[in-house]
């Protein structure tokens, strides 16, 4: 087993085929009003808030979460996210993939 502390990780993602391991991770801390742009990938993708209040949308619907909840996309669900503040967001990001396939859609 590989650990790492999050502090060592300089882009704030592990890829997991580098250490071995079936899935891959990004530690995102979004500003206000950033996230990512709309995209989708071949294999499903979950987040876990750990702070911050963000808006996801996965597919044609729209969720509000805050911290503690998780949220799921399914392989080859379009999806995105954006940080609502007031603060930076801090969301646990896991592709369930050693490597991360990612096809941008805007």
Known sequence: MITRA??????GNLRG???????????DHSEPG????????PYDETWVVQEGNLTFQLGD?????????????????PHKFTNDGP????????????????EWLE
Do not use: Q, Y
């Open 6 to 11: 999050a502090g060592d990780l300089e882009t």
């Open 17 to 27: 085929a580098d250490h071995g391991a079936t899935i891959s991770l990004i530690l």
């Open 34 to 41: 950033h996230g990512p742009r709309l995209h989708r990938h």
């Open 61 to 77: 619907a729209r969720h509000r979460v805050g911290p503690g909840d998780i949220v799921i996309a399914p392989p080859e669900v």
């Open 87 to 102: 603060g930076r967001c801090s969301l646990v990001c896991i592709h369930a993939s050693p490597t991360m396939n990612t």
